[in-house]
């Protein structure tokens, strides 16, 4: 039995000393929090670990772009999985500004002045839809001209090797060499990008079975897997699906809003998976309850140089 600790804070308290109290503060999702660090650093610490991230694409209209970015830049992860519109916003936001808003505004009059409103994110048709035509028509012309197949892996590098934008989650990437894999690479505007110009190029191919290889060599050749994941959909659901073939994973920190009496992937907790075999019995993990545009920044902060 550990007895509770007050938290003692002040202006000069650094966030990692906060998160070391809470470990023995309680609180609630504040216990949670601390513990979840403990388990991410462990899986850093793992040599033998392969570390997955997986997330939705929302997060990156917001600014925690700039933390996923140095996850990545600082080669803290080593495979990624996300959804189309992780590509659609992180190339949108190299050539234009997304903006503050609130979700409180008028929807109908946004939508009569070309504005889409994510949450409380505003994304002029300027800073999406046109950008991302403007741009990646002459990129996809340069890679066909070297290539005709690609898997979602390859043809995110293709594109990350030519942004010269450190800012760019596809830059670093290309640059670190982490696979980012898509599996629903048509479910946004990079995806409808990639049909419109197999119209005019019908030699021009999108093999996702070519991913599926190159994760069973991932998943096969590991000696224990560890996961960061937030919400869930295809993202988390692909984690968990491909690690259930080396008998689940081994370390997992799990970031979700959602309730687990709506019975949905992104509500199941992590010791749900734990029937299915996609997490080990004796795995270390935890479900952290709330938004992840405040959780994840007071989780990584100790890591990130």
């Keep these: 039995m550990k007895p509770v600790r007050d938290l003692k ?18 609180g609630f999702t504040a216990k949670k929090l601390a513990t979840g660090v ?30 996923i970015k140095d996850l ?17 916003h992180d190339l949108a936001r190299i050539w234009k500004d997304y903006y503050e808003g609130s979700f409180d505004m008028d929807d109908k009059e946004l939508h009569k002045k070309g504005i889409n409103r994510l949450g409380n994110v505003l994304i002029p048709n300027e800073s999406y839809g046109i950008i991302l035509e403007d741009k990646m028509r002459p990129i996809l012309n340069e890679i066909a001209m070297e290539k005709k197949s690609f898997s979602t892996r390859e043809i995110i590098w ?17 640059k670190n060499k982490i696979p980012i894999f898509v599996p629903g690479i048509t479910d946004g505007a990079f995806g409808s990008q990639l049909w419109m110009f197999r119209q005019k190029n019908k030699d021009f191919n999108i093999d996702i079975l070519k991913d599926e290889d190159e994760l069973s ?8 897997s560890g996961a960061l994941m937030i919400g869930g959909g295809i993202s988390k659901h692909h984690v968990i699906w491909w690690n259930q073939f080396k008998d689940g ?16 992937l992104s509500g199941a907790r992590i010791r749900e998976a734990v029937s299915w075999g996609k997490v080990k019995e004796k795995a270390k993990y935890i479900t952290i309850e709330g938004d992840a545009t405040v959780l994840l920044p007071l989780l990584v902060t100790k890591f990130i140089s």
Excluded: H
């Design 9 to 26: 804070i002040n202006r000069d308290t650094k966030i990692t000393e906060l998160i070391s109290q809470m470990n023995e503060a309680g």
């Design 38 to 67: 403990e388990i991410f650093e462990a899986m850093l610490k793992d040599r033998e670990c392969i570390k997955f991230l997986s997330f939705p694409a929302c997060i990156i209209s917001t600014g925690l772009r700039g933390v």
């Design 72 to 88: 990545i830049k600082n080669k803290l992860v080593d495979v990624i999985i996300t959804t189309c519109g992780t590509l659609d």
């Design 158 to 174: 293709e594109f990350g090797k030519r942004i010269d934008n450190e800012n760019s989650i596809l830059y670093w990437a290309y």
């Design 217 to 224: 060599e991932i998943v096969f050749k590991a000696k224990k």
């Design 249 to 264: 994973l081994d370390y997992v920190v799990y970031i979700t809003t959602a309730p687990e009496w709506d019975g949905s």
